[in-house]
Nanobody, 114 residues
Framework: VQLQASGGGLVQPGGSLRLSCAAS????????MGWYRRAPGKERELVANIVNGGSAIYADSVKGRFTASRDYAKNMVYLQMNSLKPEDTAVYYC?????????WGQGTLVTVSS
C-alpha cells in the first residue's frame, strides 16, 4: 500500500486547510485509514481514524474543528481542518491500517502562525 499526502502549508490562526491522501496498491488489505501528526518535540499522535464503512473518531484536541472523510471510490482520505491553532502546527501523516502492518504516507507540514 502506498500513500501520498498533500495540502499542507502556512495558515494564520483561525484559518482552514484541507489535507488529502491518495492510496494505491493492495487496497483490499486496508481496514481503516486516518491521520496522525507529530508536533515539534512531541511524539506522533492520532488525529482521526475511519474504519471501513464506519464513522470517524477524533482526538479530543481536534473534536469540533477537524473533519475526516473517505472517498472509497477514489481511494482517498481527507482531513478538513478549521479554526486552526498554533498548537496544531505539526507534520501530518496519513496511515492505512491492515490486519498486518500499517502503512504511512510521507507527511505534510502544517504551520499555523501569524
Amino acid at each position: 500500500v502506498q500513500l501520498q499526502a498533500s495540502g499542507g502549508g502556512l495558515v494564520q490562526p483561525g484559518g482552514s486547510l484541507r489535507l488529502s491522501c491518495a492510496a494505491s496498491g493492495s487496497l483490499f488489505r486496508v481496514t481503516a485509514m486516518g491521520w496522525y501528526r507529530r508536533a515539534p518535540g512531541k511524539e506522533r499522535e492520532l488525529v482521526a481514524n475511519i474504519v471501513n464503512g464506519g464513522s470517524a473518531i477524533y482526538a479530543d484536541s481536534v473534536k469540533g474543528r477537524f473533519t475526516a472523510s473517505r472517498d472509497y471510490a477514489k481511494n482517498m482520505v481527507y482531513l478538513q481542518m478549521n479554526s486552526l491553532k498554533p498548537e496544531d502546527t505539526a507534520v501530518y501523516y496519513c496511515k492505512a491500517r491492515t490486519l498486518g502492518p500499517g502503512y504511512w504516507g510521507q507527511g505534510t507540514l502544517v504551520t499555523v502562525s501569524s
